[in-house]
């Protein structure tokens, strides 16, 4: 049973931002700090990546758990409203896997970063130097 009215639920999920968010920003200023440039959500490519390293060939794209149905704890579907939920989630799960074929196919390398992953920033920053490999030009 959801503990909000309708109208506050909505009103929530409609607050909710696509574009510029807290585990976006994370993996910024990461990827910055890294010594590594980039332009943000190029709609000119698949899926729209919030991330475009031209230079290196390599876009990234920071999900969010919930939107993106990733499985942890944030994740989880909602107990109310399945019939809606379950196939929203799926046919973003769809998308995603199309926009990253694509973008492969078209020679881009593709790095998906989840909401709950941006929580270990160390583990994190050791990903993003393992995916760049030894390209990396700023700090290490």
Excluded: Y
């Excluded at 994370?26 to 910055?32: A, M, N, S, T």
């Excluded at 000119?44 to 919930?66: E, Q, T, W, Y």
């Amino acid at each position: 049973m959801d503990t909000r009215t309708p109208e506050q639920r909505s009103r929530i999920m409609r607050s909710v931002g696509s574009r510029h968010t807290a585990p976006e920003m994370i993996v910024r200023k990461l990827i910055h700090g890294l010594g590594f440039r980039f332009r943000l959500h190029q709609k000119r490519l698949p899926g729209s990546p919030d991330l475009v390293l031209a230079r290196h060939g390599a876009v990234i794209f920071v999900n969010g758990c919930f939107w993106h149905g990733h499985d942890c704890s944030k994740g989880r579907l909602p107990k109310t409203r399945l019939d809606f939920w379950v196939p929203k989630i799926r046919r973003n799960q769809a998308r995603d896997t199309d926009a990253t074929k694509a973008l492969e196919a078209d020679g881009w390398r593709v790095l998906t970063i989840w909401q709950c992953e941006t929580k270990d920033s160390q583990l994190l920053r050791r990903r993003l130097k393992k995916f760049f490999g030894r390209k990396q030009r700023g700090r290490l």
